[in-house]
């Protein structure tokens, strides 16, 4: 059974700086397409960042060049490095695993971004 557990959101300050991390135990890691999502309340679900099994990466352009995502594989561990935060970026972040068909979420982690 895979679980996804994140860990990392909290409150910060517009400009700060957060890292989130997702810990798969279980399924396969190594081969599995990664992403970190959001939903803020009374949006959908939307896709932030995605990372291959081989490293290729692809983000959702609101965030491009201030978040960062990364694998390491011996610790079947991914992150979302977060810069230059802004108040739009407050949401419920999720990690999400996928290997062909088969898909997994965590619960989330929440992130507030407020002066």
């Known amino acids: 059974q895979v679980q996804l557990v994140e860990s990392g959101g909290g409150f910060v300050q517009p400009g700060g700086s957060l890292r989130l991390s997702c810990a798969q135990s279980?399924?396969?890691?190594?081969?599995?397409?990664m992403g970190w999502y959001r939903q803020a309340p009374g949006n959908q679900r939307d896709v932030v960042a995605t990372?291959?099994?081989?490293?290729?990466?692809n983000y959702a352009d609101s965030v491009k060049g201030r978040f960062t995502i990364s694998r390491d594989n011996a610790k079947n561990t991914i992150y979302l490095q977060m810069n230059s935060l802004k108040p739009e970026d407050t949401a419920l972040y999720y990690c999400?695993?996928?290997?062909?068909?088969?898909?997994?979420w965590g619960r989330g982690t929440q992130v507030t971004v407020s002066s």
């Open positions: 990372i291959t099994s081989g490293g290729g990466t």
């Open positions: 279980g399924g396969v890691f190594n081969g599995a397409t």
């Open positions: 999400k695993s996928q290997y062909f068909q088969r898909e997994y």
